[in-house]
Nanobody, 124 residues
Framework: QVQLVESGGGSVQPGGSLRLSCVGSGFTYSNYAMAWFRQAPGKQREGVAYIIPSGGRTLYQEFVVGRFSISRDNAKNTLYLQMNSLKPEDTAVYYC?????????????????WGQGTQVTVSS
């Protein structure tokens, strides 16, 4: 069956770094666009970063530009999110998502598969 499994979350102080990973299985990973979303308590799920199937193009929400970097290794069916200069407002559960024919990358309904999420907490 299809699975997306995130890892790498945790607690970090403001200004710190974390690297999230997401391993996919049960589908042709290299055909799918991938994205990272996050959801903070009481808020809607929001898109963070997006990468096309080949990895040749990436998109970011403005609130993470210059701090986060999305990448993928299709040989390992793995998606990454390098998060630097973390802020308390980055605290959320982070999800990876996979989609075909994504037209609006920040719209959750564009994605067919989702991981279970990994908690990121930024606090002093």
């Amino acid at each position: 069956q299809v699975q997306l499994v995130e890892s790498g979350g945790g607690s970090v102080q403001p200004g710190g770094s974390l690297r999230l990973s997401c391993v996919g299985s049960g589908f042709t990973y290299s055909n799918y666009a991938m994205a990272w979303f996050r959801q903070a308590p009481g808020k809607q799920r929001e898109g963070v970063a997006y990468i096309i199937p080949s990895g040749g193009r990436t998109l970011y929400q403005e609130f993470v530009v210059g701090r986060f970097s999305i990448s993928r290794d299709n040989a390992k069916n793995t998606l990454y999110l390098q998060m630097n200069s973390l802020k308390p407002e980055d605290t959320a559960v982070y999800y990876c998502a996979a989609g075909l024919s994504v037209r609006n990358w920040v719209e959750p309904s564009q994605y067919a598969y989702w991981g279970q999420g990994t908690q990121v907490t930024v606090s002093s």
